[in-house]
Structures are given as structure tokens and as C-alpha cells.
């Protein structure tokens, strides 16, 4: 087995959907959605130091995608909306 080579290697910032329990996520606009996907993909990857597995890539309605970024994660990796991370 070969090393993996990440999709994606760059700063993203962690937004905040609008409204009371707005989810916190991470818009990914360099991945196109894949036409054979029902809506949602699993990725794995990592949030600076932090590692994830069975993650879904889901679609955000403007024709790119989203990971949703769950408290846990944000505890771990000390950050919030508004925060960039690599």
C-alpha cells in the first residue's frame, strides 16, 4: 500500500449556519460532489492535529460541500466559528 495523498491542503475557516443550534462546518469548494453519491460521502482526513474517519462530505445547496464539525472536535482542536486551521 502507497502513502495516501490528501485532496485538499490549505487553511479553511469554520463558519456557522445562521439560527439557534446553527451547525459549525467547513466549506470545501475545491471537491465537487460526486453525481453518484445519494447526498453524502464519507472522507476521512485531519482538522489541524486532529484525525477523522467516517466523516460525511455532505452538499450545501450552492453547488459545494460541507463538513459539519461536531463539539468534540472543536474542544480538541481549540477552535471555533470564525477560527482558520489547516
Known sequence: M???????????????FEGKGGWTYVEIPEIPMPKTSFG??????KIDDYE???????????????????SGIKKKIKKQA????I
Not at 460525511?56 to 464539525?69: D, E, K, Q, R, S
Not at 470564525?82 to 486551521?85: A, K, N, P, Q, V
Open 2 to 16: 502507497g502513502t495516501e495523498k490528501p485532496l485538499v491542503n490549505r487553511s479553511y475557516l469554520l463558519q456557522k
Open 40 to 45: 453524502m460521502l464519507k472522507v476521512k482526513g
Open 52 to 70: 477523522f474517519s467516517n466523516v460525511h462530505l455532505m452538499p450545501l445547496g450552492n453547488g459545494n460541500i460541507f463538513i459539519a464539525v461536531k
Open 82 to 85: 470564525g477560527d482558520t486551521f
